[in-house]
């Protein structure tokens, strides 16, 4: 059982770090990015082949460097390359796309990139994939296999806490402000000054670098990755997670990838097996996840924890309601030493 | 030559079927405004039916029938369920796209749940090819091509001469002043849904016929290829959608003998992302932006 709890939180909180991401880019920005999962699976694939010693010494295998390095490196170069590869990518797509045409761009780049990886053998090693991932920090720990479990859920937890903190940060800094606006009306925020492409793009690059950070914890939980572990149908599972959670809300986005990805799909196997039907679970997990889509867009548009709409701390204003408070017109300033509500369009920053 | 004359024969059957789904989905984003994620679905659902159909009654005729009734039904229920309750409010055109995103995981995963995934097979024979001027066909490509230019042709005339289509063109152009000429949009929109999810479910037949198999996400993955002729021909431009379903059909099968079949798709859809960032008003551009 404690096996099981620390399995499926380290998951969890690799899961969160990846809708993180993905909370960047559609959320605070605004960009319906339906490729977004190849940057968690670049992030895999790059620290794989940054730790994974070279590929000569097996038979029949072949991908590109092998360095050898520690994790840390092959977890920086995960993020920086997915980094690296979502700065060229917006930068092009989001020059002149806009809404769904960016939408359907980013799709059929996400599967160029799959069929490329998937067939070009020499880059990723194919479909097969790279397999035999370190356990990071295990040769100095010395833990039983038990024990570097835990290890590893805590390892993971961490760098959740600091991705959160940091997009937190990020989300109340000037820039956050300034890419909201741009969110909410371009040619107001333009007419204001900020620079809509820019801002767009430093979004768009901050999700992708944590999807490779997530990726890379992800590729060292799994120790395997390959084509047939991940699809561009991941990006739309993510989706549901955030509507449900709440877009652009950083908690929100936690809270949904825990109901969503996590809980739904421990509890749906417990669903007794259908018959030979292997792919019961997997296919009613998605129904169940575009059900989930289609009543949360119905009942409650915002989803669980709605977009906050001060500056002021995640948890202050949630407990105060605020936001809901400030629309209803009942006096809250009393109650709520909280910042100033944020014009989206506003002149805060220079 | 031999070869470039097969790959062009290849192609103009993909082309046929490509041509059916594209004109389908740009007729349905010309009146609707939404970029339907679920019409690959529309095609797995028609493709599923004809299948069950000929199993059951054994005659391809009859499973052509069901097709396009499932694709209909489909088209409609999308409209009047998914759509329905949100019709009344304002909501983004990007909550609507999430919301045909939602329902392709559900009918896709539906079909898994209820076929299950392996690939299956349409018990139909192919016949033997035969020379047609330069190209070589089989009676059923043959059948395909001829069925594809006679859906072209009654597109055409259904938006040219008839009443359906002058109120579809006119709800295309600006909804709120057909509704001020008496349109009646919401009929319009129905049965515009009905028309295209017809024409969804008989391509997916169609798809399952050329590809020789089916499997639940045999409409999502060809759904992108659709998006590529259809955006190569502008959106929403039925025409336009006859021309890019004809580049992008003839370009993958073309290019599939020079690289790798296996690139095919990778093509298409570099097609896909030249055509947006270069000439994102399609191959025929709309009169309007012509004249300003």
Redesign the interface.
């Known amino acids: 059982m404690f096996e099981y709890l620390v399995s499926v939180g380290t998951l969890a909180a690799i899961t969160s770090v990846i809708a993180l991401g993905l909370n960047s880019r559609w959320g605070l920005s605004g960009q319906?990015d339906?490729g977004y999962y190849i940057y968690v699976a670049l992030g895999a694939y790059i620290d794989g082949v940054l730790t994974l010693p070279s590929a000569h010494t097996q038979p029949d295998v072949s991908y590109i460097l092998g360095l050898h390095l520690p994790f840390l490196a092959g977890f920086a170069g995960a993020g920086l390359g997915a980094g690296l590869v979502s700065l060229v990518v917006g930068a092009?797509a989001l020059k002149?796309?806009r809404?769904?045409?960016f939408?359907?761009?980013t799709?059929?780049?996400t599967?160029?990139g799959y069929?490329?990886i998937s067939?070009y053998k020499p880059l990723f090693n194919g479909y097969n994939g790279l397999y035999g991932a370190s356990q990071p920090f295990a040769a100095s720990l010395n833990l039983s296999p038990q024990g570097y479990q835990a290890f590893y859920f805590g390892l993971c937890v961490v760098v959740l806490v600091a991705v959160f903190v940091v997009l937190e940060l990020l989300r109340r800094s000037p820039f956050g402000l300034a890419v909201k606006a741009v969110r909410e009306n371009e040619i107001a925020a333009s007419a204001f000054g900020k620079r809509t492409y820019l801002l767009r793009l430093k979004a768009y690059v901050i999700g992708g670098v944590v999807a490779g950070l997530g990726g890379s914890l992800f590729m060292h939980y799994i120790t395997a990755f390959n084509p047939a572990s991940w699809s561009p149908?991941e990006t739309?599972l993510l989706?549901?997670a955030l509507?449900v959670g709440g877009t652009a809300n950083n908690l929100g986005a936690v809270v949904g990838a825990l109901i969503a990805l996590i809980a739904f799909p421990q509890l749906t196997q417990l669903i007794p097996a259908?018959g030979?039907?292997?792919?019961?679970g997997?296919?009613?997990q998605?129904?169940v996840?575009?059900?989930l889509?289609?009543a949360v867009?119905?009942f409650r548009?915002a989803g669980i924890l709605p977009e906050l709409t001060t500056m002021s701390g995640q948890l202050r204003t949630r407990g105060a309601w605020n936001w809901r408070r400030r629309a209803t017109g009942q006096a809250a300033d009393s109650a709520e030493p909280a910042g100033p509500v944020v014009d989206p369009a506003g002149p805060e920053e220079a | 030559m031999n070869t470039l004359l097969l790959g062009l024969g290849f192609g103009l059957v993909t082309a046929a079927v490509l041509a059916i789904s594209t004109v389908a989905l740009s007729l349905q984003f010309g009146v609707t405004r939404v970029p339907n994620f679920a019409h690959g679905e529309l095609m797995t659902v028609g493709a599923y039916a004809a299948y069950t159909a000929i199993r059951a009654a054994h005659s391809t005729l009859l499973g052509a029938v069901a097709a396009i009734a499932a694709g209909a039904i489909l088209g409609a229920a999308i409209n009047k369920l998914l759509f329905g309750p949100f019709r009344h409010r304002q909501v983004a055109r990007l909550t609507l796209f999430v919301l045909t995103i939602a329902a392709s995981l559900i009918i896709q995963n539906a079909v898994l749940l209820y076929f299950n995934g392996s690939t299956l097979s349409l018990p139909l024979g192919g016949g033997t090819p035969h020379k047609v001027g330069p190209f070589l066909f089989t009676t059923q490509q043959e059948l395909i091509i001829a069925v594809a230019v006679l859906i072209m042709l009654g597109v055409h005339a259904l938006l040219r001469y008839t009443y359906f289509g002058r109120a579809q063109r006119a709800v295309a152009e600006n909804l709120s002043l057909a509704r001020a000429s008496g349109v009646n949009a919401a009929r319009v929109i129905n049965r515009t849904w009905l028309l295209t999810g017809a024409l969804a479910g008989l391509s997916g037949f169609i798809l399952a016929i050329t590809t020789g198999g089916l499997y639940p996400a045999m409409g999502f993955q060809f759904l992108l290829v659709v998006f590529a002729a259809a955006i190569l021909g502008g959106i929403g431009q039925p025409y336009g959608a006859m021309a890019g379903a004809l580049v992008v059909g003839v370009t993958m099968e073309v290019s599939a003998l020079y690289i790798s079949s296996d690139y095919k798709t990778v093509v298409a859809f570099g097609l896909l992302i030249l055509a947006l960032l270069f000439r994102p008003q399609g191959l025929v551009a709309p009169r309007r932006a012509a004249t300003g």
């Open positions: 319906l339906l092009v002149n796309l809404g769904d045409y939408a359907i761009v799709v059929a780049a599967i160029i069929t490329v067939q149908l739309f989706y549901g509507l259908l030979s039907n292997s792919n019961a997997p296919a009613i998605n129904i996840i575009g059900l889509i289609f867009l119905l548009a």
